[in-house]
């Protein structure tokens, strides 16, 4: 009795948990909390850029690093800048302000910028452990305040500081006007193999949902059988998808 009683104790614990991690987790991709806003930087004047179908595509680029890569991030958004696109900056919440307020002064030191007012820069950025859920999340909130300040693009791309551009902007918008509006390119399959075991089974914890300083993630000591109630699909985090897919 007392090994059935412990063991209800920590199925209860570890349900409990789990709830609350969905919770939170949809806490993260909902809406727009008000911690969550960004240095915006307007147009001067009307735009004269027209954007849908009969016009060159537009990208909504999502470039993401954390502390100590605002040159990094600056450096990745001169490459891939393009007056067309739409851009918003995010220094993780383990970066200060003071990297977040030069990383602005940067990017208002272009005047091309300034002139078309397409980047935004995240002021005060929710929590996100690489590999974990919450940058799942922050990827999805991004995805959403691009749309909310502009929806006139077509695709969505994230990258990180570490990334750099193989084509420029125009030859990607050469690429990209003679394929269809509706196509998404998300790298994902459903035969596991491997990761079934590796990935699947364990029980991963985000520290990002819990604590105020990012870590990493770390492993339970228990494991769980493949779920059943929905197919799994895995896949490359680096991503083109359509603005159908982020809305």
Same mark, same amino acid.
């Given at each position: %009795?007392?090994? %059935?009683?412990?063991?209800?104790?920590?199925?209860?614990? /570890? =349900?409990? +948990?789990? =709830?609350?991690?969905?919770? &939170? =987790? /949809?806490s993260l991709i909902s809406g727009f909390s008000a911690s969550f806003y960004t240095y915006s930087f307007h147009r001067p004047f009307a735009s004269t @850029?027209?954007?849908?179908?009969?016009?060159?595509p537009a990208f909504a680029y999502y470039i993401s690093g954390g502390a100590g890569d605002g040159d990094r991030i600056f450096r990745l958004l001169l490459a891939v800048y393009h007056p067309r696109n739409r851009y918003l900056l995010h220094i993780g919440a383990e970066g200060s302000d003071n990297e977040r307020r030069k990383l602005v002064g940067l990017i208002r030191s272009v005047p091309a910028i300034r002139a078309?007012?397409?980047?935004?820069?995240?002021?005060?950025?929710?929590?996100?452990? $690489?590999?974990? !859920?919450?940058? @799942?999340?922050?990827?999805?909130?991004? +995805?959403?305040?691009?749309?909310?300040?502009?929806?006139?693009?077509?695709?969505?791309?994230? /990258?990180?500081?570490l990334d750099y551009p193989l084509l420029t902007q125009d030859d990607l !918008?050469?690429? =990209?006007s003679s394929i269809?509006?509706?196509?998404?390119?998300?790298?994902?399959?459903?035969? &596991?193999?491997?990761?079934e075991a590796q990935r699947v089974h364990p029980i991963v914890v985000d520290p990002g949902l819990y604590l105020a300083r990012r870590t990493q993630i770390f492993h339970a000591t228990e494991k769980r059988p493949t779920?059943?109630?929905?197919?799994?699909?895995?896949?490359?985090? !680096? !991503? /083109? $998808?359509? @603005? $159908?897919?982020?809305?």
């Open positions: %009795m007392v090994t %059935m009683g412990a063991e209800k104790k920590w199925l209860f614990a /570890l =349900f409990s +948990a789990a =709830f609350v991690s969905l919770m &939170l =987790f /949809l @850029i027209r954007c849908g179908s009969g016009y060159p078309f007012g397409n980047v935004d820069v995240v002021g005060k950025p929710d929590p996100a452990t $690489y590999m974990g !859920s919450t940058n @799942i999340a922050a990827v999805l909130h991004a +995805a959403a305040v691009l749309l909310k300040v502009d929806g006139g693009w077509d695709w969505f791309i994230s /990258l990180s500081a !918008s050469h690429v =990209f269809q509006r509706d196509l998404n390119f998300i790298d994902h399959t459903s035969d &596991l193999g491997w990761k779920p059943d109630a929905f197919r799994v699909f895995t896949g490359k985090s !680096s !991503s /083109l $998808y359509l @603005i $159908y897919f982020a809305t």
